[in-house]
């Protein structure tokens, strides 16, 4: 029996595209369905030739190294456990694929003999999908109006930072904003002017603020932030920044809305903290800047009953 003459009708049979290499990764055979698969006429343009023109330029350099190791100690891989690869077609585009490898013996020696079958329309199905849902979950976590992190991603993140304090003694500061007499906008330059001002307020504190801090709007006219490694003075002097700015820009723009802020600082490990108690200190603090004149930022402490 001719082995290599069977084989060559024996993969022109099957519904997937085939070839052949030897050790010095040049095509002994290919099936019909492989030269289309990868763009090319004839199989005599395949046949010969070294299997690194089917890769793209990045990976060629490395791939003798994966057939050797292959030869010399690979195992089989059947269907459902292959490799995944990115194939070149003849156009330089990508072929996402999955090869089924395995050992073949002729009578001159080993051969590889792989099986391929193009993975690209899963592939970009799959990749679509994961935009799909890392946008659905960066608008799950963004406030429309002001484009800000909103509530929730704002308890994400402090969750976040109660786990580094304790773990790492990684301090932080929060702060709870809340706009005075912002209504009054609302009802003597209407809504639209009202969501402006929400708008001008949000990219204040955002640009006042560290890159690394996170500024959130959790409620109509309620913004929160939470500033990383910072310790009190740092978030402070921040903050008393931002609270300036804006009265001056706000009263610029004929919209008298001042900023009330309540701040408290996180940076003991060994202190109990959670979500509630620190934004139950913040928002105290806050109506304690409201309940002496506003325009002003009070600090809190959290309660000393939340410690263990
Ligand atoms: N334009 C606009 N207004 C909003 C939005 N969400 C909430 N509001 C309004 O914001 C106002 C918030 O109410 P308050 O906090 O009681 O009003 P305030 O005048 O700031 O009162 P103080 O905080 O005591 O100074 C209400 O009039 C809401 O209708 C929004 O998305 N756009």
Redesign the pocket.
């Known amino acids: 029996m001719n082995t290599n003459r069977t084989l060559a009708e024996l993969i022109e049979v099957i519904p997937d595209a085939a070839m052949v290499v030897n050790r010095n990764s040049e095509f002994v055979l290919v099936n019909r369905m492989l030269v289309d698969m990868f763009g090319y006429d004839k199989k005599r343009e395949l046949l010969g030739q070294n299997l690194n023109m089917l890769l793209p330029e990045a990976v060629r350099s490395v791939h003798q190294n994966h057939v050797d190791s292959f030869f010399e100690h690979g195992e089989n891989r059947p269907m459902g456990k292959g490799f995944k690869f990115v194939g070149q077609h003849k156009d330089g585009s990508n072929i996402y694929v999955e090869i089924m490898l395995s050992h073949v013996q002729f009578d001159d020696g080993p051969y590889a003999i792989a099986f391929v079958r193009d993975t690209t329309s899963l592939k970009l199905t799959e990749d679509k999908i994961r935009r799909e849902l890392e946008h659905e979950r960066a608008l799950a976590l963004t406030d429309h109006?002001t484009g800000l992190a909103n509530r929730r991603s704002f308890v994400e993140e402090l969750e976040t930072d109660i786990l580094e304090l304790r773990e790492h003694g990684w301090q932080f500061a929060v702060c709870f904003i809340?706009?005075?007499?912002?209504?009054?906008?609302?009802?003597t330059q209407?809504?639209?002017?009202?969501?402006k001002?929400?708008q001008h307020v949000a990219s204040v504190v955002k640009n006042g603020c560290r890159g690394s801090d996170l500024v959130a709007r959790v409620?109509?006219?309620?913004f929160a932030t939470i500033h990383p490694g910072a310790t009190l003075e740092d978030a402070l002097h921040v903050l008393e920044r931002v609270r300036e700015r804006l009265m001056h820009e706000l009263a610029d723009h004929n919209w008298p809305?001042t900023l009330?802020m309540g701040v408290c600082h996180c940076g003991d490990a060994s202190m109990n903290y959670d979500v509630a108690s620190i934004l139950r200190a913040a928002d105290a603090a806050m109506y304690q800047a409201?309940q002496q004149g506003?325009n002003q930022i009070k600090v809190a402490h959290v309660a000393a009953s939340d410690s263990e």
Do not use: A, T
């Open positions: 109006l809340d706009l005075d007499d912002f209504k009054h906008i609302n009802d209407g809504h639209e002017v009202g969501d001002v929400l409620g109509g006219d309620e809305v009330s409201k506003k």
